[in-house]
DNA sequence: TTTAGGG
DNA sequence: CCCTAAA
């Protein structure tokens, strides 16, 4: 059946045909998960505000639990054998200088090119060639001097403002994890001086107060800055359609902007330039190329070129790989993507808010040489406006517009390279290899033969079934309950099992809730569950041998002390259970 | 909703 | 990380 009379205008949903992480599994019946989190962020919201935060602490007063006369360490040497000839007595934790990342996600640009009546543009996959590979090396030395200072950390993480990060980095006893987003781009840095209070009056946060031995006594009270939450980004699961997903509840605004452009598209001739740029020239011209005159039958093909995610920081270590950039890039871009999305559709640079004009009434028709259609992603605000993405797509909030015609422009005219923005840089992600995000078209089903196979491409499905500019943009719920999503793997770095240690040292292994209220409140990615099998895993490590570990090694001295605060409070389980059973 | 454990 | 029985 041919879409004859019908404007590919629909995206009936993306698919991520695979994920960078290696090691990120991909369940059989894996499906799109029930949101659990009421604080569903935005998927796009810039972190900007670092706010302060209260690492709950003992206060420094009497403990109340008898327990908390004995050193822990004693224990340790009394029930672990393990020789512990400790370090000043405190059981304060290391203090981990490293730096840490935190990240932004901002609007993401889409680029897509239209095609009409099957005169492809982008027919060439050498569009789709600028992968990371090639410009991953600018990305690289431009931001060096950026980045290069930032060690410690071998987790590629991103860093909304490098100030914060560093002023937040100074800490050592307590600390408090905090990120700005749940999903991705996620930001931790412990503070334990008051001195580094960073800004924003400290968050209510509960005072737990506990007799655990490993419980500090001092630092009553410690600022700890946080980012603002921000985030709330699903990651895409591979193979799967989002066509009928969209969480509903969440953000509050942010504002990925995604825009592209397919302003003059030109007949696809055979031998059009290489080189991304030129091809982007070419697919310029495209647009206008009249190939009807009775526009009625004409099919105006769009094929997203790439996806762009545009100042999007990378703070990663110097040491870091290319394979550990390529991961947090992709991270971070695919939490970008993953939820809340909205298609907005922009004509000439302005809004095309109508849904149900049709493209000649817009304005969009193939023998319209000038003008310049454009596709945003966006998040959906859907706590105003409801599951009606047929009625009003949400659209850029006036500050983010005049970023978003600036960023167009952008793009267009810097299609292919690395983009170094004013103030911030801008990383292209495009096309093939791992790690590398890409949508291609597959509104002919010829279309993306060529890359799908080697790349992992964000295929933008097309809707045979939707009206005239429907957009629908992925939506978790409706339509199969059965799908859902497997949450984007994410080890634990050294600094969150130092906060996760500490935090059981002083409350035990029972109250995963309030373990993760006290120093992962704002790592919404981290849920007391995660906490609880994280505990159990590095109960686990710590039994092993240094040999069979892996992943990021945790420090030995972290690890007797999971094995200390475990042999301790699991001690004191047992003496409850016999008291009041 | 949390815990606690197995998968 | 996921899934769930229990609490």
């Not at 991103?158 to 307590?174: E, K, M, Q, T």
């Not at 600022?223 to 193979?239: C, H, N, T």
């Not at 859907?382 to 009003?392: A, C, F, I, T, V």
């Not at 600094?495 to 809730?513: I, M, N």
């Amino acid at each position: 059946m041919v879409l004859q009379k019908r404007l590919n205008y629909g995206f009936n949903g993306f698919q991520v045909p695979s994920v960078p992480t290696a090691s990120r599994s991909v369940r059989g019946k894996g499906t799109i998960r029930k949101k659990r989190d009421n604080s569903q962020i935005q998927a796009f919201e810039i972190l900007a505000s670092v706010a302060g935060n209260f690492l709950q602490e003992n206060d420094g007063s009497v403990l109340d639990n008898p327990a908390s006369a004995k050193d822990p360490r004693d224990f340790v040497d009394l029930n672990m054998k393990h020789k512990q000839e400790d370090e000043g007595g405190s059981f304060k934790g290391t203090l981990f200088e490293n730096g840490t990342c935190g990240g932004v996600a901002s609007p993401c640009v889409t680029d897509l090119q239209v095609e009409h009546d099957n005169q492809r543009v982008m027919g060439d996959s050498s569009l789709l060639g600028n992968h990371l590979e090639g410009q991953g090396q600018n990305v690289l030395e431009r931001e060096d001097e950026r980045v290069a200072h930032i060690k410690g950390n071998s987790d590629g993480l991103i860093v909304p403002d490098r100030r914060n990060r560093d002023s937040l980095l100074s800490g050592s006893a307590g600390r408090k994890l905090v990120n700005n987003d749940d999903d991705e781009n996620f930001v931790m840095f412990p503070q334990t001086s008051s001195r580094n209070k960073i800004s924003g009056p400290p968050p209510d946060m509960p005072k737990l107060k506990d007799a655990s031995p490993f419980t500090s006594d001092e630092n009553n009270s410690r600022d700890s800055s946080v980012l603002e939450d921000s985030q709330r980004m699903y990651p895409f699961k591979k193979r799967k359609f989002f066509n009928q997903t969209s969480s509903s509840a969440s953000d509050r605004g942010s504002h990925c902007q995604g825009i592209f452009d397919s302003s003059d598209t030109r007949v696809n001739g055979p031998n059009h330039g290489a080189g991304a740029s030129q091809a982007i020239e070419e697919s310029s011209s495209m647009a206008g190329q009249r190939v009807h005159p009775g526009s009625k039958d004409c099919n105006v093909k769009l094929s997203i070129k790439s996806f762009k995610v545009p100042e999007l920081f990378i703070d990663i270590p110097e040491t870091a790989t290319i394979g550990s950039l390529k991961r947090s890039v992709m991270e971070a871009v695919t939490a970008v993507l993953g939820d809340e999305l909205h298609v907005g559709i922009l004509l000439q640079g302005k809004k095309v808010r109508d849904d149900s004009k049709t493209l000649i009434q817009t304005g969009i028709s193939q023998d319209d040489k000038r003008h310049r259609l454009g596709f945003m992603l966006e998040p959906r605000h859907s706590q105003k406006s409801p599951p009606s993405y047929n009625k009003e797509p949400c659209f850029l909030t006036t500050g983010s517009r005049q970023k978003l015609s600036r960023q167009s422009t952008s793009v267009m005219l810097q299609q292919g390279t690395y983009n170094v923005s004013q103030e911030r840089s801008l990383i292209k992600i495009e096309s093939c290899a791992e790690s590398d995000l890409n949508v291609a078209s597959s509104l002919t089903d010829t279309s993306a033969n060529n890359n799908s196979s080697k790349c992992r491409t964000l295929v933008a499905v097309p809707n045979i079934n939707m009206g005239p500019l429907a957009v629908v943009p992925y939506r978790r719920k409706s339509g199969n309950p059965d799908f859902s999503q497997r949450r984007i793997r994410r080890p634990f770095s050294v600094l969150e099992v130092e906060a996760l240690v500490q935090t059981v040292e002083k409350l035990g292994t029972g109250r995963w809730r309030d373990v993760k209220q006290c120093a992962f409140d704002n790592a919404k990615h981290r849920t007391y569950v995660d906490l609880k099998d994280k505990w159990k895993t590095l109960v686990h490590t710590a039994r092993i041998s240094p040999q069979q570990r892996r992943g990021e090694p945790v420090p030995q001295e972290l690890l007797d002390r999971v094995l200390a605060a475990h042999a301790y409070w699991s001690q004191q389980q047992c003496k409850h259970q016999l008291k009041a059973p």
